[in-house]
């Protein structure tokens, strides 16, 4: 009988995407706090403001909870069921939602305006904006967090710098975020490292797992692409390549900036090295080769130079010039003598 009845003690709402914190009518804050909105007949019995009720007790997901703080993070639409359990004598609170089906985009696509590249650190992200050409453009950003405390404290500060990278590249309009894809789970011991207990502490404090896990679920509400890219030697090779052209008077390039720069440059498919200086006069020639990148469409240095004029007869060798595919164009005035051979038949 107790459980027939409570099967009818359940309290139902359906989420709405816009809505503060996914769900107009049952409300559940990020900190796990719930309120209802009461209909009309009932709002004398409110205890906060707009026609609320707040419960005592706070919630807790255990299962899924990343997944929905994302979504009620980002005012996305979720489901909840109020009921009570007879056999515990306790009541629950079932979130729910629906994940729309996410479409394969190319990379050619997804990189058609450019890319974001994130460098990720102990304390902050640094990103930089690419253009289609891997050129950075704009200033560096950072992102920072703070990973001390109790890990929802944690978990809100990786969730905050996440949501402020992916604003930034909407306003940009990149659909493209280049992110390391770093793994230090077998790399945290003793033997890998040596003594460096320092070194040891700082990595076991990165939070490579749930940045992945975050970024991914939160890109694909967002309609980001991320690209994982391979992390050897973009700090070395971004400090040594990037760091100095990158630095001005009004602005202070470090190594996590130009770091982020390699980062893009090696998801666009380009290279991350640059063109060392040319040497000195006196060890080459005058002109010595090019350090700046080439756009689209120049000549390559590969390709054969043009043969220039003859100093005697002014005019293009044979097999040269703009009239190289003509048979009929001589250096001399006149078409040549056209020889026809036929064949006789016996």
Not at 92 to 102: F, G, K, P, R, V
Not at 103 to 110: G, R, S
Not at 140 to 158: E, I, K, N, W
Not at 306 to 314: A, G, L, Q
Request: glycine share 8%; with cysteine; charged share 25%.
């Amino acid at each position: 009988r107790q459980r027939w009845e409570a099967n009818r003690w359940f309290l139902q709402a359906d989420g709405e995407s816009g809505k503060r914190h996914g769900n107009e009518t049952i409300r559940v804050t990020p900190l796990g706090e719930v309120s209802i909105r009461l209909p009309a007949p009932l709002a004398e019995l409110a205890n906060a403001p707009h026609g609320r009720y707040v419960l005592t007790a706070k919630v807790r997901f255990a299962y899924r909870g990343q997944e929905w703080a994302d979504r009620v993070h980002a005012n996305r639409a979720v489901a909840y069921r109020i009921h009570y359990d007879v056999q515990r004598a306790r009541w629950y609170i079932t979130a729910s939602w629906q994940c729309a089906t996410t479409p394969t985009i190319p990379l050619k696509a997804a990189l058609a305006e450019g890319a974001i590249g994130v460098d990720t650190n102990a304390d902050h992200l640094a990103a930089w904006r690419l253009d289609v050409h891997g050129n950075p453009v704009g200033n560096p950003r950072r992102f920072p967090y703070d990973l001390s405390g109790t890990v929802g404290h944690r978990d809100a500060q990786v969730r905050r710098s996440l949501t402020r990278l992916l604003k930034w590249a909407k306003t940009c309009d990149v659909t493209a975020i280049a992110i390391e894809d770093l793994g230090f789970d077998g790399e945290k011991t003793r033997e890998k490292h040596g003594r460096r207990k320092w070194f040891r502490h700082l990595i076991s404090g990165m939070p490579t797992g749930k940045l992945r896990a975050r970024i991914t679920s939160m890109a694909q509400t967002a309609g980001v692409t991320i690209i994982a890219v391979d992390p050897a030697y973009t700090s070395q090779w971004g400090a040594q390549h990037w760091q100095k052209p990158l630095t001005s008077k009004n602005r202070k390039t470090t190594r996590h900036d130009a770091a982020a720069v390699a980062i893009g440059r090696r998801a666009q498919g380009h290279p991350i090295r640059r063109r060392t200086t040319p040497p000195p006069a006196h060890r080459s020639d005058e002109q010595g080769h090019r350090i700046a990148q080439a756009g689209p469409g120049t000549p390559s240095a590969r390709e054969p130079a043009p043969v220039p004029p003859d100093p005697r007869t002014r005019s293009a060798r044979t097999g040269y010039g703009a009239h190289a595919g003509d048979q009929c164009a001589q250096h001399r005035s006149g078409h040549a003598i056209e020889h026809v051979q036929l064949m006789l038949s016996p």
